[in-house]
């Protein structure tokens, strides 16, 4: 079947491609023909997942899926949360937001911090979600070149790397993203015979 991943993002296709199985064909907006921005006008991640692979399915008439992710910092209340991606500003600054967030964690002796990955699934036949959850902490100075987001940051619990200190394979086998799109892969495997052509 083919499947639509409502990003344009190649980091996050990459990471996806290497996770789905074989009788999947993933494609991207930018293959659809899809070039504007998609809606993300809800309060929460699920909201916000929904709300885009909604979107592209109403519009483009395609079996799709979207993710939208946070990084929740608990001596923070959970922010940025839903904001993250624009947490430091408009400008999505990958630097800025890593900045923001160590200067309002300066001198916080609770490090503590989760990100979170919701992914909706749309087709003719199904609506569901899939949640991916990774615990960490946030270290004091970013370490590591890969990734993208927090992940030079973000030291997940019970490893001595960070996220961006990782390959792309040791990232997949734990990151949230990886967790949500295992669940998904479980669900497409075990429909795919009814979402085939959908």
């Known amino acids: 079947m083919t499947l639509c991943f409502a990003t344009n993002n190649q980091h996050k296709l990459a990471e996806v491609r290497l996770l789905l199985p074989k009788e999947i064909s993933l494609v991207s907006l930018k293959d659809l023909g899809c070039n504007e921005e998609l809606p993300e006008?809800?309060?929460?991640?699920?909201?916000?997942?929904?709300?885009?692979?909604?979107y592209v399915f109403e519009n483009y008439k395609v079996s799709c899926f979207a993710d939208d992710s946070g990084l929740e910092v608990d001596a923070l209340?959970?922010?940025?949360?839903?904001?993250?991606?624009?947490?430091?500003?408009?400008q999505r600054s990958f630097d800025d937001n890593m900045n923001l967030l160590l200067?309002?964690?300066?001198?916080?002796?609770?490090?503590?911090?989760q990100f979170k990955t919701v992914i909706t699934l749309i087709t003719r036949t199904n609506r569901a979600q899939f949640e991916g959850i990774l615990r960490g902490e946030i270290i004091n100075e970013k370490l590591g070149g890969s990734g993208f987001g927090y992940d030079p940051i973000f030291l997940p619990v019970g490893h001595s790397l960070t996220i961006a200190q990782m390959t792309m394979a040791q990232k997949n086998t734990i990151s949230h993203?990886?967790?949500?799109?295992?669940?998904?892969?479980?669900?497409l495997t075990n429909n795919l015979t009814a979402e085939s052509g959908k």
């Open 177 to 187: 993203r990886a967790i949500a799109v295992r669940k998904l892969v479980e669900f």
């Open 103 to 113: 200067a309002n964690l300066k001198g916080a002796r609770k490090r503590s911090a």
């Open 41 to 54: 006008e809800q309060n929460t991640i699920s909201g916000n997942s929904f709300q885009k692979a909604a």
């Open 77 to 90: 209340g959970g922010m940025p949360g839903v904001d993250s991606a624009h947490y430091a500003g408009p």
